[in-house]
């Protein structure tokens, strides 16, 4: 079958390419549905991944989140019409250590190979996540980015001591939002502290125990263990406020993506035995969690449905790109496609 | 119920000098044909997928749906009529004889050689035909359309903005259709090749539904050396 692929050819330019799949092979087909546009699509979108990125990876279909129907299953393991999360990560091997996001060998969608804006997306087989009748679809679009703050929680949970009295999120934008949503869901008697830059985002979380300012925060407060959702150039300053203030032998996870190295208080890294955990995309079991989570606590939903910040009907290259200049544009939630193309 | 019907009762004449028609020739290893079942395949909203071939060449399609598809309940392959129309009507019969038509049924029909079309264009006939008695695939005129009777002088040069050039789906509420094309004289039915055409001379609204400039159909060699290039296009990486 010739598949229409919407490729990113150059910056702010999209152009129409055909591959030849064939329905006789392993992949599951699913049409996408709905589509959410992340920061790295738009740093491809714009042309700010820079020059060498730009041309070693460019022709290439962007967005790695979004949901689906099955459309045909060479097996007939899947009902054709059976709702599905698409997993971006793509291991092409196993490891009993390592998990498949971490394997050097693994290709992600809209990075190392195409995306989803495609006619049809083909996919093997475990790479993708019934979803139930349940999910809110303009939710399901964005569900790859609850899988990165689910990720790093369990990873988090792993590796840290067991007192949980408080923890601390620094960024006030929809990885935070996410992170301590889940976090006041898992850990009911913990309190969850959010540090942003912008009030009227942090007004937003309401279902936090408190909110501050980053030049606001009191001096006697302490957290026993942190996640920065923050990335760019913020990311160090949250980093350090975050040495700062967490108490001995904490952990902090580190969510924020920083195309810069950043610099970092290492003495008092050491001084107070802090463990760090790089924490980065997710895997198939990740994205079985959230589903489940989703489904188990009905009300995150509801939460969830306050970050969709403008769904957009895609019938053609135009309307890719007009959804992605409204993105670029918009301060505050996730901008989902509904993909009619 | 939604059924389609693929049109592959032509014998490629403008092909030049091949042995089969235009329709089974390969593209990337796969016939046009196949490439086009496929993408009706994955729209699960067709009940049956029609395949309306010459008589001589039945078989030759089974075959080849055999190879590239396996074993498919929603495919039939049919016989074709003397025209296009009848090729239609024979689709139609089969589900008349077959399943009976309901008032509420509907077809969409598309032709074998056009393997670019997207679910856009299929799912948007599928919505426009259960609104409207008919539905015909369009892009907006690129060129501008002159008209001559002799092919010597031009009689009259039509505004480009109110031209469009047709593809296929064309789709149909089948009631209406048959209704219609009964309703036309033998020699009406000679001249009145397609069947959008024979909706809209019995006042029927039919409904535009935007096609894409690549859905290109495969008559000439020129076409076939496009779709290979557009298809093959492999992108340094």
Redesign the interface.
């Known amino acids: 079958?010739?598949n229409?692929v919407y490729?990113l050819v150059s910056p702010r330019q999209l152009e129409?390419?055909?591959?030849?799949f064939?329905?006789?092979s392993e992949h599951v087909?699913v049409?996408p549905t709905f589509l959410s546009i992340c920061a790295a699509d738009q740093r491809y979108y714009t042309g700010t991944r820079g020059k060498e990125a730009m041309s070693?990876?460019l022709?290439m279909a962007l967005i790695h989140e979004g949901i689906g129907k099955v459309?045909?299953d060479?097996k007939d393991e899947f009902e054709?019409?059976t709702q599905v999360v698409m997993v971006p990560n793509t291991p092409s091997e196993e490891d009993e250590i390592v998990a498949e996001n971490y394997l050097r060998s693994s290709k992600f969608r809209s990075s190392g190979f195409d995306g989803f804006m495609q006619?049809?997306v083909f996919l093997n087989r475990d790479r993708l996540v019934p979803l139930g009748n349940s999910i809110n679809p303009h939710v399901g679009a964005f569900i790859e980015l609850i899988t990165i703050a689910m990720h790093s929680i369990l990873r988090f949970d792993k590796r840290s001591h067991a007192r949980r009295q408080t923890f601390g999120v620094w960024g006030d934008g929809n990885l935070g939002f996410i992170t301590s949503l889940i976090l006041k869901t898992l850990y009911k008697d913990s309190k969850v502290i959010v540090f942003g830059k912008t009030p009227y985002k942090l007004d937003h979380f309401s279902f936090v125990d408190e909110v501050y300012q980053i030049d606001g925060i009191p001096e006697d407060l302490e957290l026993d263990h942190a996640f920065e959702c923050v990335g760019g150039k913020g990311s160090q300053y949250a980093i350090n406020q975050i040495i700062d203030y967490i108490k001995p032998e904490g952990s902090m996870s580190i969510l924020g993506v920083s195309e810069e190295p950043v610099e970092v208080n290492t003495r008092m890294v050491l001084e107070k035995g802090i463990t760090i955990i790089g924490s980065s995309r997710s895997g198939r079991v990740d994205f079985e969690n959230t589903v489940k989570l989703l489904n188990d606590y009905p009300n995150i939903q509801e939460y969830f449905k306050t970050l969709v910040g403008s769904v957009n009907e895609v019938?053609s290259i135009e309307d890719i790109l007009e959804t992605f200049e409204k993105d670029l544009t918009t301060s505050w939630g996730k901008t989902v496609m509904e993909w009619?193309? | 119920m939604i059924y389609a019907e693929i049109l592959a009762g032509g014998k490629g004449t403008r092909m030049g000098n091949i042995n089969m028609p235009k329709q089974f020739i390969t593209i990337d290893g796969t016939p046009i044909i196949i490439h086009t079942i496929e993408k009706f395949i994955l729209n699960d909203r067709f009940e049956k997928i029609l395949i309306v071939s010459p008589k001589e060449w039945i078989n030759y399609t089974k075959d080849i749906i055999k190879k590239h598809i396996g074993e498919n309940d929603r495919l039939v392959v049919v016989e074709g009529g003397s025209d296009r129309n009848e090729s239609i009507m024979s689709g139609i019969h089969y589900i008349e004889k077959e399943f009976g038509i309901e008032d509420d049924d509907v077809i969409v029909t598309h032709d074998s050689v056009r393997p670019f079309l997207t679910h856009r264009i299929i799912e948007e006939n599928i919505d426009e035909v259960l609104k409207h008695g008919a539905v015909d695939t369009a892009i907006e005129a690129v060129d501008t359309i002159l008209q001559s009777k002799d092919g010597e002088i031009i009689d009259n040069i039509p505004i480009r903005d109110t031209m469009f050039q047709g593809q296929t789906p064309q789709s149909f509420h089948i009631n209406t259709l048959v209704n219609h094309y009964n309703a036309l004289s033998g020699d009406e039915k000679t001249i009145l090749t397609d069947a959008c055409k024979i909706c809209a001379l019995k006042g029927e609204n039919v409904k535009i539904v935007k096609g894409e400039l690549f859905n290109i159909k495969i008559t000439t060699p020129y076409d076939l050396k496009v779709a290979k290039a557009i298809l093959q296009e492999r992108i340094s990486k």
């Open positions: 079958m010739i229409q490729r129409v390419t055909y591959s030849n064939s329905l006789n087909v049409r070693k990876k022709p459309v045909y060479p054709p019409g006619d049809y019938k009619k193309i």
